[in-house]
């Protein structure tokens, strides 16, 4: 693929992303549909998944940002269901559409049947992400999904690896399969764990931020191609280092945390929206490779796989969430408000995703006795129109079913009330440990100094307090957030006159970028106040 080509699908998925922002078609929705639309316009280039591009270079940062984001003590909670759909339902998927495929399309083995269900049955890590961020589902549903996307992928690489090496004639059984998986998930496992302190220890004994975010970058595909070289899972490495590194990240330099944060936010974006446009630009290379099939056959096993994938995880997913509780009282306990509509939702929200292609398309073209490999071309199109159908049918049908169910909201009154009480008890030791501090005299400060740390203290204590209190209702704003804004204008003022002093020659270019970034730290630590 020419430079130019990959360059013009980064800035094209990057600008229709951003104009899905202004609208209320969520992002890999519209990105899905401009691509389909474009594999078919005269001149757009063909843009290929490569297997050997997306799993080791755009799966690794994915699972990366995903995991880093997630919460460690949150997944660890919810274990239980998210093992039951990482793991179980991946595998039943797998069993179920395999099985469906190969009593509906006429010749075609049930190796490779099997091939095709562990192709499609992993949920998507991004499309996973996406939606939870878009819609603001409940806490617990949003990790037990977050969580499932996270291992899914290792359980269905390797289940493919299995069927295929059965598929293509060598000689695989069933043991040998379950060993298989059984190394694969413990070897991913133990590489990432043998990876987390040393990769840790780095960060937070690093002292240039440059260095920090270069480490930073390189970390999901260090893990990655680590556990791979000794065939273990790579997946599981990436997301056992990450969380590690997500629920330490507190020890890390604050100007590290500040750009690593700002640039791995960029990586998602381009990353996000160039995988979704990539979805909808395979479809004419899959229509045109159907070969000996007919569009209309096709088509018909098409809605047959679509049907399965999405019945067989409903049948999974409600004894899965039922059976459990009826049988344990522990559970019950521990897991308290779950009703009918909690696996509904988890049900709906299975979008599969570029996984699944990129796993599709390296299915190889010929079995081991140099045959071709049974209907690869129908398992391609059929891959990806379960991953357009998903997106398009259950992406667009998710936010009115969940304002149909009105599952439960968080509280913001309450959610800010548990932030003002955190922050008045971190406020109250800081408060004491700056009066510690300054009673020796080591630490002597002029007072208009000491002063103006104690009101620093004082307004990030009372912060989250005047957000719950009155409104201004001249501008609709909180006292908190009249602080905010005034803030901000006071500093571009500030930014104004060190630009006009350097123009004057009163500074010189090395001076005002100093001046500039101290004020883009405040402006930073204001804005993130805003959008928190």
């Excluded at 490495?237 to 945390?257: I, P």
């Excluded at 009249?482 to 350097?502: D, M």
């Amino acid at each position: 693929m020419e430079a130019l080509s990959v360059v013009a699908l980064v800035a094209a998925s990057a600008a229709i992303a951003g104009i899905a922002r202004r609208t209320v078609v969520p992002a890999p929705l519209l990105l899905v549909a401009v691509g389909l639309v474009a594999s078919y316009v005269p001149g757009v280039p063909e843009y290929t998944l490569d297997p050997h591009i997306v799993l080791p270079l755009i799966l690794p940062p994915l699972l990366h940002i995903a995991a880093i984001d997630s919460s460690y003590l949150d997944l660890r909670a919810n274990i239980r269901p998210i093992a039951l759909l990482s793991v179980g339902y991946t595998l039943f998927a797998t069993l179920v559409v395999g099985w469906v495929a190969h009593l509906v399309i006429p010749g075609l083995p049930l190796t490779a049947a099997l091939v095709l269900g562990a192709v499609v049955a992993p949920p998507d890590a991004v499309a996973a992400t996406a939606v939870a961020r878009k819609l603001r589902l409940p806490g617990r549903i949003t990790t037990v999904l977050q969580g499932e996307s996270l291992v899914n992928d290792a359980t269905a690489i390797t289940a493919y690896r299995v069927a295929l090496a059965a598929a293509v004639g060598e000689g695989i059984t069933w043991g040998e399969g379950v060993l298989m998986f059984l190394v694969a998930a413990a070897g991913g496992v133990g590489v990432g764990m043998v990876l987390m302190v040393p990769i840790h220890w780095l960060r937070t004994h690093l002292r240039e931020p440059l260095l920090q975010n270069t480490l930073s970058l390189l970390i999901p595909f260090v893990a990655y191609a680590a556990a791979e070289h000794v065939h273990a899972s790579g997946v599981l490495a990436v997301v056992v280092v990450a969380l590690f590194l997500g629920h330490r990240s507190w020890q890390v330099d604050f100007a590290t945390r500040l750009q690593e944060e700002a640039v791995w936010r960029m990586v998602a974006f381009i990353l996000e929206s160039a995988v979704f446009a990539l979805i909808g630009l395979q479809l004419a290379h899959v229509v045109r490779k159907l070969g000996s099939f007919s569009l209309q056959e096709a088509a018909w096993y098409a809605v047959v796989v679509f049907v399965v994938v999405v019945v067989s995880r409903f049948v999974w997913v409600f004894p899965g969430t039922f059976v459990p509780r009826i049988l344990s009282r522990r559970i019950r306990d521990r897991e308290p408000g779950v009703d009918w509509r909690t696996p509904v939702i988890v049900g709906w929200a299975g979008m599969r995703g570029v996984v699944s292609l990129a796993i599709a398309f390296s299915i190889p073209l010929l079995t081991a006795d140099g045959e071709p490999f049974p209907a690869r071309n129908l398992i391609l199109f059929l891959t990806f129109t379960t991953v357009i159908g998903t997106l398009v049918v259950q992406g667009l049908s998710l936010p009115p079913l969940i304002r149909l169910l009105r599952l439960p909201e968080r509280d913001p009154r309450s959610v800010t009330l548990a932030e003002a009480q955190a922050q008045s008890e971190a406020s109250r030791a800081a408060e004491q440990r700056l009066e510690e501090l300054v009673a020796d005299p080591v630490n002597a400060l002029p007072e208009p100094l000491l002063d103006r740390l104690r009101t620093v203290l004082e307004r990030r204590r009372n912060s989250p307090w005047e957000r719950l209190g009155a409104v201004n209702p001249a501008t609709g704003e909180s006292a908190d957030d009249t602080y905010r804004r005034l803030t901000r204008e006071v500093i571009q003022s500030e930014r104004e006159v060190f630009v006009r002093l350097r123009d004057e020659r009163r500074i010189d270019d090395e001076m005002m970028r100093a001046l500039l970034r101290r004020l883009d730290l405040e402006e930073a630590a204001a804005y993130r106040e805003a959008v928190d």
